[in-house]
């Protein structure tokens, strides 16, 4: 992952608690109703994917976490979480397409968005 994704760790590491669990229900408004497969990038613990999958049972929701622990978390919750960080080849991705892609809080800190 390189010395981008180290340098994020290093800064994300003093977040106040509970910051890798919001839920952010203002973006649910965003996401189409006809929206079936939905990609979280920077998903971190799946707070939000597992509130579009309660207000949206038919949805399914996968997330790409670089944070080991959040991804685990989130995997817990979502019905697919890659472990990594997002660039143009996500191996985990395999050609997947999906309805809608969410950068909530995270295109900012892409090394080459």
Known sequence: MGDHYNTLKDRYAAKP???????????LQ????????????????GAFGALLKE????CEVWG??????SARVAASRLDKVVQGTFSSEVPGLNGKRFD??????????LANP
């Open 55 to 58: 207000e949206r049972p038919n």
């Open 30 to 45: 965003f996401v189409q109703e006809a929206a079936k497969f939905v990609l979280e990038v920077g998903c971190s613990s």
């Open 100 to 109: 809608v892609v969410c950068f909530f809080d995270v295109l900012e800190h």
């Open 64 to 69: 790409i976490e670089p944070d080991l622990e």
């Open 17 to 27: 608690e509970g910051y890798y669990d919001l839920a952010r229900p203002e973006m």
